[in-house]
């Protein structure tokens, strides 16, 4: 309804009976459950943040609604704008006698995204129901172009007051967590690229370091492998193949030290810095986890019984067990340093913001937090190694006719079935792309995460439609 119109009932409301004006919050999310955990949701403001907004001067009052997660909540001083209103003098009927003061409406800025709107759509809907979370970025800025967590959220129930019925469903599928940034699990064999770096960077392995693998490696206990590879397995086996032998012995001979010295330059077991709430105030912190000794003796600094690290621990860690816990964001980061060679960017969601003039105001320039100490020749063993992984290894469902992609799957064990993992990155030669997919209890990364990356990779490079994004699923096993 048009305002002047809103404005003259209104003005005639003693002579309209039964008749009434009332405000409501106006929000419409286009994309509802594909966007939900990026832009979050807004919500009636609490007394907490009425009363820290008040120290503040910062003019909320109540019922004033305000971002609640996601983007909405990151830059509601630049989204919420200015209220406007009218000072009138009316007579005893209520009608207007005469305007006394008016102050208009400001809106607030307009805000570009990284958000690339069809990759976001094909993450969403490859994921269909499974519980998980993808992350997509352009390695060569650190711009996010597409983040999708399953279970999601319609972001426009919480425009007005939500139903109870859809606060329980979402509470029990635990729907607003953003798996992909503030959820932490073992990356299992997705590890094993940053471990080859590690290995090639202390000279404890190199191209031609072949072992024996007979399923299994004894070391105190028995460390078993997905499957027995045999003699001959060389570096490129270990990673297109994901021998597990090869790389408890690699762990062995570097030790847990230098392994996190390496791991922590690609940003394991640190908070990414991406402009969310919550996870940027741990910049510099740890999220996620990256064992080394002295890590255990502050983690169990309460029970001294426990702060010695055994080497028995360090061959779980070599495989992206044990400790080793990440997000799937970092994941990705670290990828896409793999990717450009040791450049490992800060992840940013905000591009543009515009002001009512569509003129551009501000706009994010890609922050280059820091060079991962290895070689060009080192990195570049390891991607053409993770391109076999894709052509003749156990991440075939992604090898595209005419786009070199590199990847790697993973199966990360827990508690009941393996979480499935995928990481790649395209074409190898000058990646535009990097992506990381977790499917939580997807048992192998071959055919559980891998389809959804390929779908994205389809999208990406205008080998299909949106439309045509479908559940993809092949017949294979290993990780």
Known sequence: MPLATVARIGEMRMELPGVSVELDNLRYYPDSDAVAHVMGYLGEISQERLDESSKKNQGYRPGDYVGKSGIEREYEDLLRGTDGGKKIEVNAMGRVVRILGEQRSIPGKTLKLTIDRDLQVAAERSLGKQTGAVAAIDPRTGKVLAMVSKPAFDPNIFVKRIKRTDWERITREKALQNRSVYNVYPPGSTFKPIMAIAGLVYQECNHETTVSCPGSFRFGRTFRCWKVHGGGVTFDRAIAESCDVWFYKLALRLGIDRMAKVATQFGIGQATGIDLPYESRYEDK??????????????????????????????????????????????????????????????????????????????????????????????????????????????????????????????????????????????????????????????????????????????????????????????????
């Open 286 to 479: 740890h999220v996620g986890t990256m064992p080394s000794t002295e890590w255990k003796k502050k983690r169990f600094k309460s029970h001294p019984e426990q702060q010695k690290w055994y080497p028995g621990e360090t061959p779980s860690c070599g495989i992206g067990q044990g400790y080793v816990e990440v997000s799937p964001l970092q994941l990705a980061v670290a990828i896409a340093a793999v990717a450009n060679k040791g450049k490992v960017y800060r992840p940013y969601l905000l591009d543009e913001v515009i002001d009512r003039g569509d003129k551009v105001i501000n706009r994010t320039k890609p922050e280059l937090k820091r060079q991962v100490n290895a070689s060009a020749e080192d990195f570049e063993l390891v991607r053409q190694a993770m391109r076999k992984t894709i052509t003749v290894g156990t991440g075939r469902v992604c090898n595209m006719p005419d786009i070199a992609v590199a990847g790697k799957t993973g199966s990360a064990e827990n508690r009941g079935p393996a979480h499935a993992w995928f990481v790649c990155f395209a074409p190898v030669e000058n990646p535009q792309i990097a992506i990381a997919c977790i499917v939580e209890h997807g048992r192998h990364g071959a055919t559980a995460a891998a389809p959804v990356c390929r779908a994205i990779l389809d999208v990406y490079f205008g080998k299909k439609k949106i439309s045509e994004v479908a559940q993809q699923r092949v017949v294979a096993s290993g990780d």
